[in-house]
C-alpha cells in the first residue's frame, strides 16, 4: 500500500498483482480495471510520474544481464532502470544528489544500481520494482543484478526462469579480448546460460565511445564475427541474435538510434516464426518472443503454504500431494498479493489453504502437485549432467555436496561417473572417467541423502536444474535427465482429501 502523496487524500494505490493497479477509496473500486487510476478521475501524474499504468495484455518477462566483470552490465541495467524503471523521481532526486556531493554526478546510472545493491547487501528489502523496467510490449524484470555474487545460484534457484538473456562485452580495446578470453566470464556466463534452458540471446556490445577511433565499425564487426563464432558453438543461433551497439554510459543506441553510428543499419533476427528489426536496445528487448507458460502441463507447485506455481495451474477444491512427505490434501483458497484467485498460473507466487495439514508436515523445498495427474513423488535417485566449474581439486564418485534445486537445499552424493562428455557437443569422450576437474562434463548417477523430490529438465525445467554448492561457492551446476522415483507406500490423506474425492 503506498500514500499517494496528495494532502489529506484517502486514496491509496496498491499493486493488486505484477499487471495491473487498481484504486481504492474507502469501499469504493473501480469497476474497470484497465481504466486503470485516470478512469477514477484520478490524474497518475499525481502519485509518481515515472510508474505507467499496465494494461492487462502486457506480458511479464524476465532477463538475466550477464558478461565479464567491469563490461558495463551496472551502468547498461542501470540506464534502463533510469530511464525506463519503477524507480519512483524523489529517488532519482536523492541519489543524483549523492552522486553530485561525492563528485560522481556521471556515474549516476550504475549509481542507482550500486544504491540498490548496497542496500540489499545490509539486509534492507528493496521493493523489486526497483528491479523492473517497461518496453512498449513487457514488463520486465531483471532477475538477478549485475555483481551480485551468487549470480550462479541465483540464475538457478532463483523466483524466475530468464525467458532472454542480455550478454553485455565491452568493445574498448583488450577489454573485449580479456572478457572472451578461456578465463574470462563472457563464455563462461554464455554457455551457463543455454546449459539452463535461457534459449533467446541478445548481445549489447557497449563501451562503443571508448573504441579507436570512438564509435569504429569495424571494432563492431570484428566483435561481433567472434562473438557468432563462439555462441554457435555453445548452441545458440547467430541469425536469431541481435547484436547492438551501444554506450550504456552515454546511451548510444540504448532507447534511441544513436546519431554517433550512423553507419549502423540497425539489427536484423531471423527466426522460424517471424523476423524482427530494430537500431536500439530497448527495441531488441520487444522483439524477445513471448514466453509460452507450460499450463498444460500436470501442476507442480513450491515451498508451502507460499510457493511459485512451476507448471499447470492450481484451483481452489483441487486435491494435491506433497512430495517427498506423501501427504494428500484439499486445497481449500488461493490468493495472490492478498486477493483471492479462482486459479493460479505458472509464475505466480501464491498463498494457498490448506486443510489438515499441520506445519510440521511440510517444509521447505517440498513440491506440490496434482493427486490425479503425475503426481511428485520422492527421488530415489537421478542421473544429470554436470559441468564442473570451480573446483579445486578433483571430484570422484563418493564426493557429497551440497544441491541447490528449487527452494530444496540437500546433500546428494556422486555415487556414479558415468561418462565424461564434451561440454559444448555432449558428444561422449570417455567411459566411467575416475575423477572429473574443473571445466569438465558428465552424466552421472547422483543419490540424495535426505528425501528429495526433483524431476526431469526435459519435463518440468524449473524442478530439474540445480548447482552444487561446496566451500561457499558453487562448484558446478547440473540439469537432470532422468529420475528414478521411490516406490512410495500409502502415506496420510487428510480427511478433507478423501470428502473431496468422494465428492468427485
Not at 502486457?58 to 519503477?86: A, E, F, P
Not at 543524483?96 to 554526478?105: R, T
Not at 510440521?360 to 503426481?375: C, E, H, L
Not at 500409502?490 to 478433507?496: D, L, P
Request: proline residues 5%; glycine residues 8%.
Amino acid at each position: 500500500m503506498v500514500d499517494s502523496g496528495l494532502e489529506g487524500s484517502k486514496y491509496r494505490v496498491c499493486a493488486i498483482s505484477a499487471d495491473t493497479l487498481r484504486c481504492v477509496e474507502d469501499k469504493l473500486r473501480c469497476e474497470d480495471e484497465r481504466r486503470g487510476l485516470d478512469g477514477c478521475g484520478i490524474r497518475t501524474s499525481d502519485f509518481c510520474p515515472t510508474v505507467v499504468i499496465m494494461g492487462k495484455e502486457k506480458l511479464h518477462i524476465n532477463i538475466v544481464v550477464i558478461g565479464h566483470v567491469d563490461s558495463g552490465k551496472s551502468t547498461t541495467t542501470g540506464h534502463l532502470i533510469y530511464k525506463c524503471g519503477g524507480i519512483d523521481k524523489r529517488t532519482i532526486e536523492k541519489f543524483e544528489k549523492e552522486a553530485a556531493e561525492m563528485g560522481k554526478g556521471s556515474f549516476k546510472y550504475a549509481w542507482v544500481l550500486d544504491k540498490l545493491k548496497a542496500e540489499r547487501e545490509r539486509g534492507i528489502t528493496i521493493d523489486i520494482s526497483l528491479w523492473k523496467f517497461e518496453t512498449s510490449k513487457y514488463y520486465v524484470t531483471i532477475i538477478d543484478a549485475p555483481g551480485h555474487r551468487d549470480f550462479i545460484k541465483n540464475m538457478i534457484t532463483g523466483t524466475s526462469q530468464a525467458d532472454c538473456a542480455v550478454l553485455i562485452v565491452a568493445a574498448g580495446v583488450g577489454e573485449f579480448e580479456a572478457g572472451i578470453s578461456k578465463n574470462g566470464q563472457t563464455r563462461e556466463h554464455a554457455l551457463l546460460a543455454y546449459t539452463l534452458g535461457v534459449k533467446q540471446l541478445i548481445v549489447g556490445i557497449n563501451k562503443m565511445d571508448s573504441t579507436e577511433p570512438n564509435y569504429s565499425q569495424k571494432r563492431y564487426e570484428e566483435i561481433v564475427k567472434e562473438v557468432s563464432t563462439y555462441i554457435k558453438k555453445i548452441g545458440y543461433n547467430p541469425d536469431t541474435v541481435a547484436f547492438v551497439p551501444i554506450s550504456g554510459w552515454n546511451g548510444d543506441n540504448m532507447l534511441e538510434p544513436s546519431p554517433n553510428m550512423t553507419w549502423f543499419k540497425g539489427w536484423k533476427i531471423n527466426r522460424k516464426d517471424g523476423s524482427a528489426s530494430g537500431t536500439t536496445l530497448l527495441e531488441a528487448l520487444d522483439a524477445i518472443q513471448p514466453p509460452t507458460r507450460p499450463t498444460d502441463k500436470p501442476l507442480r507447485i513450491g515451498t508451502v503454504p507460499v510457493g511459485r506455481v512451476e507448471t499447470g495451474t492450481l484451483k481452489p477444491g483441487m486435491v494435491v500431494t506433497f512430495a517427498p512427505v506423501n501427504v494428500t490434501t484439499e486445497v481449500k483458497s488461493v490468493e495472490m498479493h492478498h486477493e483471492a484467485l479462482t486459479e493460479a498460473l505458472p509464475g505466480d507466487n501464491v498463498g494457498f489453504n490448506v486443510k489438515n495439514v499441520s506445519v510440521k508436515d511440510i517444509r521447505r523445498g517440498n513440491v506440490a502437485g496434482d493427486s490425479k495427474n503425475d503426481p511428485p513423488q520422492e527421488a530415489a535417485n537421478f542421473t544429470a549432467q554436470v559441468i564442473i566449474l570451480n573446483h579445486p581439486g578433483q571430484i570422484s564418485a563418493g564426493y557429497a555436496p551440497v544441491l541447490d534445486c528449487h527452494t530444496a537445499h540437500i546433500a546428494c552424493k556422486f555415487a556414479e561417473l558415468k561418462e565424461k562428455i564434451d561440454r559444448r557437443s555432449g558428444k561422449k569422450l570417455e567411459d566411467n572417467p575416475k575423477s572429473l576437474k574443473s571445466g569438465d562434463a558428465a552424466i552421472v548417477d547422483m543419490i540424495p541423502g535426505k528425501p528429495m523430490c526433483v524431476e526431469s529438465f526435459s519435463e518440468y525445467p524449473p524442478l530439474g536444474r540445480f548447482a552444487v554448492r561446496d566451500m561457499r561457492q558453487t562448484v558446478a551446476v547440473g540439469v537432470i535427465k532422468g529420475v528414478e522415483k521411490k516406490v512410495s507406500t500409502t502415506g496420510k490423506i487428510t480427511k478433507s482429501a478423501q470428502k473431496a474425492q468422494r465428492n468427485k
